[in-house]
């Protein structure tokens, strides 16, 4: 028999990326959506998965569904994918993303603990839980101190899942994720921003790409690299928490530099703070310009994350190199705006 695993989140960039790995594994994947409003399964589509993975209705905020959903369904193991995962709307709805980001991680464990506590539990943390101080790479030890309500959630989701883990005895580990991005990623991150909006330009239908801070640094991975690393962690003989990153970081400067390469623009940046701009060596033409109002409350700075114990003990690395990456997502914005305005 398959063995069974239930995703939170499943329509999203991680969620579906996931199914098609667990898919691929052999699993029958269940993904628990909300069925009001419309469940969107343009990302299941996109990876020709949809009919592949059976669809449970299931909220975060309603603990007694969340129970009998783990009761009835009897996953070997349980991924926590689901997160309003938007920084900026975090800072506009900050109850609704401490219910649905902290406490729906809390209601999950608690369901596993009294129907099924042999199910392995998958936390997806995330690296908007550590300061803000210092160019030091940061680890599985490093200091948290969140800038955001989104990340001020997603801490007290990850404390719960080793509370949960200590305190019950609960196979639950999380994966202090680093940015992860792909072509599936949502349109109101950074970087789809920088590449759809591109093609965009490319093809006329924009003028202009507006950014806020160019010179804020990620360390960017490939969201499909990520997933198996949730995968190793779920899977781990101990229950323990892991940091996925690249080691490495980019500016948001450097993202649009690639992107626009891939679809064949020569950028060149002047000017500087708010007055800094792009241009277009080939024509000329005013590309990318700064817009304050797009600059968050708080943004971290350096963040980069140090990715050696999921190597060492998991035999998990980023793979994908970030030019690589940045060129995929490019390429695939071109060919959506391509084909929809034919």
């Known amino acids: 028999m398959a063995p069974r695993a239930l995703i939170t989140g499943v329509t999203g960039q991680d969620g579906a990326y996931l199914a098609r790995f667990l898919l691929e594994k052999g699993y029958h994947v269940l993904g628990a959506v909300r069925q009001t409003p419309p469940v969107n399964l343009a990302r299941l589509e996109d990876l020709a998965i949809s009919s592949e993975v059976e669809l449970i209705d299931l909220d975060l905020l309603e603990f007694e569904t969340i129970v009998r959903a783990v ?4 996953a070997a193991e349980v991924y926590n994918l689901a997160a309003q995962s938007s920084v ?3 800072f506009e709805q900050p109850i609704f993303v401490s219910d649905c980001s902290g406490m729906g991680a809390a209601r999950i464990m608690e369901a596993i603990r009294i129907v099924n506590p042999a199910a392995r539990f998958f936390q997806a943390s995330t690296s908007a839980m550590f300061d803000n101080a210092g160019e030091t790479l940061r680890n599985e030890t490093s200091r948290f101190q969140p800038q955001s309500p989104y990340g001020v959630a997603k801490l007290f989701a990850h404390w719960m899942t080793v509370n949960y883990r200590q305190a019950h005895g609960l196979h639950a580990s999380a994966g202090i994720m680093f940015s992860h991005e792909s072509p599936l990623r949502s349109e109101e ?6 590449t759809l909006d591109l093609a965009r330009i490319k093809h006329g239908l924009l003028d202009v790409l507006e950014l806020g801070n160019l010179d804020a640094r990620r360390d960017w991975g490939y969201a499909p690299d990520y997933v198996e690393g949730m995968w190793l962690i779920a899977r781990s003989e101990k229950a323990d928490d892991y940091v996925l990153a690249t080691g490495e970081t980019h500016s948001v400067r450097e993202f649009a ?4 390469a891939a679809l064949g623009f020569d950028l060149d940046f002047r000017g500087a703070g708010t007055e800094e701009h ?3 060596r080939k024509s000329g033409r005013t590309i990318i310009r700064i817009n304050p109002r ?3 409350p708080v943004d971290l700075g350096f963040m980069c994350g140090d990715a050696r114990k999921a190597h060492n ?3 998990w690395k980023s793979k994908t190199a970030f030019a690589e990456m940045v ?3 490019a390429q695939a914005d071109e060919r959506r705006v391509r084909n929809s305005h034919q």
């Open 278 to 280: 792009a241009l277009d």
């Open 313 to 315: 003990i998991l035999g």
């Open 327 to 329: 060129a995929l997502m």
């Open 189 to 194: 991150f950074v970087t789809r921003k920088i």
């Open 257 to 260: 530099t690639l992107a626009g």
């Open 88 to 90: 900026q709307f975090s």
């Open 294 to 296: 797009l600059m968050r």
């Open 71 to 74: 009761e009835r369904i009897g």
